[in-house]
């Protein structure tokens, strides 16, 4: 193997090009790829944070709808409750409203028995006077035919 002038040109510029590609090349591409590196770092750090966040977001909507489930659990208990409270309330108000009206009737029913006590002592009375004028044979005038029927009235 020949060692030539060629050969020391070629090394020469050989060691200028690499020279040459540390001095102005390798720096742009080496902040570059770290660049991009930090970038990729930074990118993987906000997707484990955002996978964290989702994480705890998820943890909070599972309480949330756990505590949701708790308070519509307890609004249905209340309706329920107060739906029979409700029904009890009618109950009691049929039941007042049914006593008023049976309390009504007896008093209506009471009025009417004494109309009819008193109807049927006139009607006694008149019978008996109309018995007692056949029996006697005479007419007794109107006034002393009402004070006789109320003094019969008055005795039944």
């Known amino acids: 193997m020949n060692i030539n002038a060629t050969l020391f040109g070629q090394m020469i510029a050989f060691a200028f090009f690499?020279?040459?590609?540390?001095?102005?090349?390798?720096?742009?591409?080496?902040?570059a790829l770290s660049e991009?590196?930090?970038r990729i770092a930074d990118g993987l750090e906000a997707a484990d944070k955002a996978g964290k966040?989702?994480?705890?977001?998820?943890?909070?909507?599972?309480?949330?709808l756990k505590e949701a489930k708790t308070q519509a659990a307890g609004i249905i208990d209340q309706a329920n409750k107060r739906s029979t409270q409700i029904v009890e309330e009618a109950k009691n108000q049929g039941r007042e409203e049914g006593q008023r009206m049976i309390t009504g009737a007896q008093a209506e029913i009471e009025q009417e028995i004494n109309r009819a006590k008193e109807q049927l002592r006139?009607?006694?009375?008149s019978i008996a006077i109309a018995g007692a004028e056949k029996i006697l044979e005479a007419s007794i005038d109107e006034s002393a035919h009402a004070k006789i029927t109320e003094k019969l009235a008055e005795s039944l």
């Open 36 to 38: 991009r590196q930090k």
């Open 18 to 31: 690499v020279w040459f590609c540390m001095k102005y090349v390798w720096p742009p591409l080496t902040a």
């Open 53 to 64: 966040d989702l994480e705890q977001a998820q943890e909070r909507v599972a309480e949330q």
């Open 122 to 125: 006139e009607q006694v009375a």
